[in-house]
């Protein structure tokens, strides 16, 4: 049914038909020109009623065209006059907008007379695309099909159309159609041609055990969504309705970069985060919501589409300006690593979205998909400044509380679930339906939601993260150099992940941070503790990751021997620190434990008052069925068997890559060779001289790993005495075979053929098999050299049995005997996988039911991880341990930067350690620090802003000694930089920055600045950062070093009456300076230790020259820099001899 695009005369165009279609269609022959000057004459009426059929052939195209016409253009057999030629049928592509034929509604004149019959429903028409053959109709349409394996891949592609689809045939995954083209080369794949009977099929593929390989490509690389496509085999009625075909091609998950599990190319040092954002004010346009009737007020959610509203022009929000209201609305957020079963909540706004996204560095944001056909969002702006990956998704049903349970491990609390606000909640059930769509069915268990509103943590800005490098790098983005380096010495990933959200978030609780600072004191005092936990903790896995596969029912045998490890690992660092504990201590640890109910092994790190530091940690541990678990795991789990399979699994993908290096080398190229996997050469090699070897030492031939774990040798994974199944099956096993060799010898002696073994073939099943003489002598043969009636009887029986196979060399023939056995024998084989495949499922749901425990104990392991790594800090480097009170002060004597030491360090050099006296009783609340370049003044004012996070995430700190306050916020304007694809300039970009600041320090928070206003002239300059100045000491009223080059700056102060020595409440600026001391051969040093003062030169001509700036223009520079001294003596000269007469 066709409706019409316009009210001009709709055309049609036949497309992609082959030469001769198109030469019968539209060559200028006799019955063509009468038949387009027919239909030049109807009207637009009758244009409008014609109905039109395509139908090719291998030489010719027809047209048929039915009409209801006035009786002087009636065709001579009625109504309708159909011309068709028969001949063999093809596939053709129709766009229905380009052809001189007529669109509309399909009109019949006569009802009487019988209607066409439909076509088959095999194509979807949508504007100008052309037809597709849509899913398994395509089997079904005229003309040759794609193969089932190519159609299967051709449905999810349309279904997944996001997605790059990876396909499992076989032991590879494939590419097709486009997307072999498009990410082929892009994967270093060589695209093959298919060749189907519907046409040649771009292919590329690889080998099912580099799947990892190539989703680090395309998922962390490019960026990608990948769909996989796994095998899945069919029942009885599944084949016969599918046409005997054996496997079904599925996607099983959906692998993004914020949804990854447990991939090997994860960062293990730092989480995985996926975020959902909610926006309230998000509507429908009005001409979908009701035709202006309103669509409800600025705080309603957006209505999720209806299936004809998506896809719709006006299925899209409206227009939100980028004013103050809508920067200070809030918004809802929500994220979790699907990792580790982290979950968070946050209500922020747009303001402050960027500083949250700096924080939790997620690696994809989901959008509701309202927002997809809105380009000009002020969210979407702000998202992509950062370059962050967007994701759109229907907001899906999980719209309340409630909806999130089957999801959790526990339920939320009740006091945190009212503190929910609508947005959060929003945002998480995006979130969550996100989640669970990306991973097709499989189950998942997270920890209850935590609102990082309720945490008491310090807030640092995405400037202040990227200026004062704590982790990575202003000028290369990398991780060495920054303060997550110099300060990282843990020795578990999980613990790295862990300090890596402390440095993000330092903690503003004087409770918490003085318990870490005892933990660490503790590892300080005792070193052999120390060291002992650190071996115990080398031991242990990252269970965080590990107890997460089995909540989403991945996990493996492996995963299991590994935590119980950790668990074992965990029992010996309970033991480790109850004999560090005081007897006293000892035996209220133990009344603790004893007392403590299950469900109440508090996560909080701290422990009551007066409490020893470790007896808290010993009390958070739970062992009790962890320990239960872990010895169930060994007592079933075979360690040695699992061995072995790793050994047999490495032996065959070594021989696969062995001989896809020879096909290369013999019959392709040296570019070929790049298409295989790292190490494939060697390996190649090795397996070479294995091959040599054993062809030169043919008496002695050493069996592979695959002969050695042949059928007899079978690998198992779990022992004998997993389950009472498991032994009575074992042992019925070991009695088959024991028949077996029994009739071995037997049919031996039987037959007279010492040669003979007993074996399973796949193509031939059980056979028997002979070889050298014994394979070439006939039944007749071994009759007559029988030597006894039992012999005889055998041999005659022989005669009877029908040879399989036969050689010069061998022979293989069945024996109904060895049937009999061999199926036996495959029968308990087969109730043994089973079984085991049992015991392993009941063991990962023991895994499950102890989450909260294993998660919990792995989360006091993380935190025995820090402190220990802070305590061989503190020795490796003298920090001291820093005093925090919740006073208005920053007391710092002898500070160092934290990074810069260790880089001077390398290089045989000491560092200049400098006081810092902020809001000191005689000091002032806030320093004006001038002086010349290089002298270390951003050096000063960053050591002090890392030393106060360090403090507050419980870390000694790099000085002689230290006493703070505690600090909510820490802001950086440090640097410059523009942003010209936004239209910022240096300048602007440095007033952003401060403007932000100037607007949300709080008496409480910790501010630097350097160079306010370097970006314009020096009377604006001078300006607008004495404003700045002046609007923290007297609105913001919080602690700050102020850094500048303007001297004019330390005039206005002390015109306004600013400095501390002039007293009031105005009073609170101190001033301070570096300086570079001079010798007379003109040679300088630069003095980094400050002094009381202001310093009115910068020197910067003594910075050009060590930059290597020609001497001309250093010569230039400096009578340039005399003589505008010499007008400024002159001028003040003048000013004073003005000012004593009129005194």
């Known amino acids: 049914m066709l409706s019409p695009r316009s009210t001009s005369v709709p055309r049609l165009r036949i497309a992609n038909l082959g030469p001769s279609c198109r030469a019968s269609l539209f060559t200028n022959t006799p019955a063509t020109a009468g038949r387009f000057a027919k239909f030049a004459q109807f009207s637009t009426q009758q244009r409008q009623l014609f109905a039109y059929n395509v139908t090719t052939t291998s030489s010719s195209v027809a047209l048929s065209l039915a009409s209801a016409t006035s009786s002087s253009t009636t065709p001579r057999h009625g109504p309708f006059h159909q011309t068709q030629i028969r001949g063999k049928k093809t596939t053709t592509v129709v766009r229905l907008d380009e052809l001189e034929l007529p669109q509309g509604m399909v009109v019949l004149p006569d009802p009487q007379a019988p209607a066409p019959a439909p076509a088959a429903d095999t194509t979807k028409t949508a504007g100008a695309a052309p037809v597709v053959l849509q899913g398994d109709d395509a089997t079904s349409a005229a003309g040759p099909a794609y193969p089932t394996v190519v159609l299967q891949a051709r449905r999810n592609m349309q279904k997944f159309d996001n997605c790059v689809l990876l396909t499992r045939v076989g032991g590879f995954y494939e590419l097709y159609f486009e997307q072999a083209e498009e990410y082929g080369p892009l994967l270093n794949l060589k695209v093959a041609q298919k060749k189907t009977n519907a046409g040649a099929v771009s292919m590329a593929g690889f080998p099912f055990f580099q799947l990892e390989r190539f989703l680090k490509i395309l998922v962390q690389d490019l960026n990608r969504h990948v769909a996989i496509a796994e095998e899945f ?51 429908l346009s009005d001409d979908v ?16 589409p209806t299936g004809s509203q998506k896809g719709s022009p006006h299925h899209q929000v409206d227009n939100v300006r980028p004013d103050s209201d809508e920067s200070t609305a809030q918004i809802g957020l929500a994220w979790l690593d699907l990792s580790t079963g982290y ?40 998202l992509t400044d950062e370059k962050h990956l967007l994701t759109y998704s229907p907001p899906g049903e999980l719209l309340k509380l409630s909806h999130w349970k089957p999801m959790l491990e526990a339920e939320i609390p009740p006091a945190t679930a009212a503190s929910f606000t609508d947005n959060e909640v929003k945002a998480g059930g995006l979130l969550l339906h996100y989640v669970k769509d990306r991973l097709r069915g499989l189950s998942m268990k997270l920890q209850p939601p935590v609102r990082h509103e309720s945490m008491q943590v310090m807030n640092i800005d995405k400037n202040s993260m990227r200026s004062l490098e704590i982790k990575q790098t202003i000028r290369d983005n990398v991780f060495r150099g920054s303060l997550l380096h110099a300060v990282r010495r843990t020795v578990t990933k999980g613990g790295a992940r862990l300090l890596n959200e402390w440095l993000s978030s330092p903690s503003t609780s004087l409770e918490v941070i003085n318990f870490r600072q005892e933990l660490v004191a503790r590892f300080i005092q005792n070193p052999d503790l120390r060291d002992a936990t650190i071996i115990l903790l080398r031991r242990s896995h990252d269970c965080q990751r590990l107890v997460q596969r089995f909540a989403l029912n991945r996990g493996d045998p492996d995963d299991l021997l590994r935590l119980a490890s950790t668990i074992r690992a965990s029992e010996d660092i309970v033991a480790l620190l109850s004999s560090s504990l005081p007897s006293s201590s000892k035996a209220k640890a133990k009344a603790k434990a004893k007392a403590k109910a299950e469900a109440e092994a508090s996560a909080s790190p701290s422990g009551e008052k007066g409490e020893d530091c470790l007896s808290t940690m010993i009390g958070r541990i739970s062992l009790k069925q962890p320990l239960k678990l872990a010895q169930r795991i060994q007592d079933a789990i075979d360690e040695e068997g699992l061995v072995h399979q790793h050994e047999l699994e490495d032996s065959q ?81 070991a009695q088959n075979f024991q028949e077996k060799l029994q009739l071995t010898e037997t049919l031996r002696a039987r037959l007279n053929a010492a040669s003979l073994t007993l074996k399973w073939t796949p193509g031939l099943g059980h056979i028997c098999h002979v070889k050298g003489k014994d394979a070439r002598r006939s039944p007749e043969e071994s009759n007559d ?30 024996h109904p005997e060895w049937t009999i056995l061999g199926e036996r024998l495959d029968k308990v084989r087969f109730q043994i996988r089973a079984e085991e495949q049992r015991v392993f499922a009941a063991l990962r749901e023991q895994v499950v039911r102890n989450l909260v425990k294993l998660r919990r104990n792995a989360a006091v392991l993380d935190e025995l991880d820090i402190a220990t790594s802070f305590a061989r800090l503190a020795i490796e480097q003298g920090l001291t341990r820093p005093t925090l009170n919740n006073t208005q002060q920053t007391v710092i004597v002898g500070g160092r930067h934290p990074t810069v030491e260790g880089g001077l360090a390398e290089q045989g050099r000491t560092f200049q350690r400098n006081d810092c006296l902020v809001g000191a009783p005689g000091h002032g609340r806030l320093w004006l620090i001038t002086g010349p370049n290089m002298a270390g003044k951003s050096t000063f004012l960053r050591q002090n802003a890392l030393i106060t996070i360090l403090a507050q995430i419980g870390c000694y700190v790099p000085a002689d000694y230290s006493e703070l306050g505690i600090v909510d916020a820490i802001f950086s304007r440090v640097g410059s930089a523009d942003n010209l694809y936004h239209d910022q300039s240096t300048f602007m970009v440095e007033m952003l920055e401060t403007a932000a600041i100037l607007r949300q320090a709080t008496p409480r928070s910790f501010v630097i600045m350097d160079e306010i206003g370097r970006g314009t002239t020096p009377e604006d300059g001078a300006a607008v950062a004495f404003a700045s100045l002046h609007h923290l000491v007297h609105v913001n009223k919080c602690r700050g070093l102020f850094a500048t080059h303007f001297h004019t700056v330390a005039d206005l102060v002390s015109e306004q009456h600013m400095r501390l020595e002039d007293g009031g409440a105005a009073g609170a600026i101190e001033m301070y300076c570096t300086d570079v001391e001079e010798d007379e051969q003109g040679g300088f040093v630069y003095i980094h230790k400050l002094r009381k003062g202001t310093n009115r030169k910068s020197h910067a001509l003594k910075v050009a020259r060590l930059a290597g700036l020609p001497e001309t223009a250093i010569r230039i520079a400096q009578q340039v820099l005399e003589s505008s001294e010499a007008v400024d003596l002159r001028e003040s000269g003048q000013q004073t001899v003005e000012t004593a007469g009129n005194v």
């Not at 084949?239 to 190319?265: M, Q, W, Y």
């Not at 922020?348 to 960027?354: C, D, E, Q, R, V």
């Open 233 to 283: 085999p069919n029942d009885a009625s599944e084949k016969i309705k599918s046409g005997g075909l054996l496997h079904d091609r599925k996607v099983a998950r959906i692998v993004t970069p914020g949804t990854l599990i447990d991939e090997n190319f994860m960062d293990p040092y730092a989480n995985n985060y996926v975020m959902a954002i909610h926006l309230p004010g998000v509507e």
């Open 289 to 304: 919501a009701g035709g202006g009737g309103g669509g409800g007020g600025s705080g309603a959610a957006a209505a999720p």
């Open 785 to 814: 050299a029988a030597t006894t009636p039992a012999e005889a009887a055998g041999a005659e029986a022989a005669i009877a049995f029908k040879t399989l196979s036969s050689s010069r060399s061998t022979r293989a023939f069945h």
């Open 343 to 382: 979950f968070y909540t946050q209500p922020t706004t747009l303001s402050a979205l960027p500083s949250v996204l700096s924080r939790v560095a997620p690696r994809e944001i989901v959008l509701d998909e309202v927002l997809e056909s809105h380009r000009n969002h002020e969210i979407l702006s702000i």
């Open 653 to 733: 993908a070594d021989q696969m890559i062995a001989l896809a290096q020879s096909i290369v080398k013999t019959e392709g190229t040296e570019d070929d060779s790049i298409l295989l996997p790292k190490g494939a050469t060697a390996k190649a090699a090795a397996a070479i001289s294995s091959s040599n070897s054993t062809t030169t030492a043919t008496k002695k031939k050493s069996a592979s790993i695959r002969d050695y774990y042949g059928e007899d040798n079978e690998v198992w994974i779990m022992k004998p005495g997993a389950s009472p199944d498991l032994t009575r099956l074992h042992a019925e096993l």
